[in-house]
């Protein structure tokens, strides 16, 4: 699980540089981008979208980032949820109050997204958690 939790900030847009993941975090972090791609049916072009943190548009897409976001604890019955989501961050940047602090702000603001329908909830989520945490300054 330790793994995934480094994972769960890049997918959440709170690290902008993948290098400095272990190689055992890249390899789990290809795997979950392939087991939500095959899943979802999304192709190459929506998983270097959501890499490159650009909104999502087809419906493959936000179901991608949909199943993403449930692997990783950030969103349940198609609701963010904070707690998941501070879960890994307060792991991620342990040590780090800034961050931490920013964090929780992101987690405040993007509270109540949800959707009854599971890939636009995980699409508003992706939306909100990169937005806020650019405009926060926690990702570039």
């Given at each position: 699980m330790k793994t995934?939790?480094?994972l769960f900030i890049v997918c959440c847009g709170l690290v902008v540089i993948k290098a400095?993941?272990?190689e055992e975090q890249k390899q789990a972090f290809q795997k979950l981008l392939k087991n939500c791609a095959e899943k979802e049916k999304a192709s190459q072009a929506d998983i270097d979208d959501f890499l490159a943190r650009t909104p999502a548009v087809e419906p493959q897409a936000k179901c991608f980032r949909a199943c993403l976001h449930e692997t990783l604890g950030s969103m349940k019955n198609n609701k963010f949820s904070r707690e998941g989501f501070l879960a890994k961050v307060?792991?991620?940047f342990e040590g780090d109050a800034e961050k931490i602090k920013i964090a929780n702000e992101v987690a405040d603001t993007c509270a109540n997204e949800e959707d009854?329908?599971?890939c636009e909830a995980g699409a508003k989520i992706c939306k909100c958690l990169?937005?806020?945490s650019r405009a926060k300054g926690l990702i570039e």
């Open positions: 995934l939790t480094g400095s993941m272990t307060d792991i991620t009854s329908d599971r990169i937005e806020t």
